[in-house]
């Protein structure tokens, strides 16, 4: 699986943006998928994950009520909207994915494949 991240960019506080995640495999194939984020100097964090199917998802809890991940297994893309965006939202933002276990499984090791990031920065 090859996981391609795009949609990142600069926004001022308060803003939107939606970061896309491209599969070279059909998301139907079904991997859970999730978003994490990181930035310099920290570790790599659990953002969103969405189950097989789409219908259940998982937010971590610094952004629930402002992010929405949903994926549309037909363009074997996933999507992550960021709404009401905030300075400590910036990093560098990763699509990942995994055959088996959990899509609320928050540990980086747990995740089989990962995309190469993109950026988002929110200031003013």
């Known amino acids: 699986v090859q996981l391609q991240a795009s949609g990142g960019g600069w926004v001022q506080p308060g803003g939107s943006l939606r970061l896309s995640c491209a599969a070279s495999?059909?998301?139907?194939?079904?991997?859970?998928m999730a978003w994490f984020r990181q930035v310099p100097g920290k570790e790599r964090e659990f953002v969103a994950g969405i189950s097989r199917s789409g219908s259940s998802t998982y937010y971590a809890g610094s952004v629930r009520g402002r992010f929405t991940v949903a994926r549309d297994n037909a363009k074997n893309t996933a999507y992550l909207q960021m709404n009401g965006l905030k300075p400590e939202d910036t990093g560098v933002y990763y699509c990942?994915?995994?055959?088996?276990?959990?899509?609320?499984?928050?540990?980086?090791?747990?995740?089989?494949?990962w995309g190469q990031g993109t950026q988002v920065t929110v200031s003013s």
């Open positions: 495999v059909r998301t139907s194939n079904n991997p859970h």
């Open positions: 990942a994915a995994d055959r088996s276990g959990s899509y609320v499984n928050t540990e980086v090791s747990h995740w089989e494949y």
